[in-house]
């Protein structure tokens, strides 16, 4: 019975340690370059230069406001 005790406890151990060198490999968001911040030229909003909408060479944060073009601020 102690023997089987034990055995239970070392692989718990032995899961738990793998556990943690899995989760130690993950890429870390943080580590990832910046992305430059672009400003709507409809509203003003800023956002991800990847997650805007361009139209020559204007940034806007939405397909609406790329259609309605260059706002009033």
Known sequence: ????LL????GFVWLAWKRS???SGEANPASRP???MVVCA?????LPE????????V???CAAHRSAGP???
């Open 42 to 46: 409809h509203c003003g909003v800023h």
């Open 50 to 57: 990847g997650e805007a909408e361009t139209a020559g060479g």
């Open 1 to 4: 019975m102690k023997w089987l």
């Open 59 to 61: 940034y806007y944060c």
């Open 21 to 23: 060198q899995h989760r």
């Open 34 to 36: 910046a992305e430059r």
């Open 71 to 73: 706002g009033r601020r």
């Open 7 to 10: 055995g239970l406890i070392a």
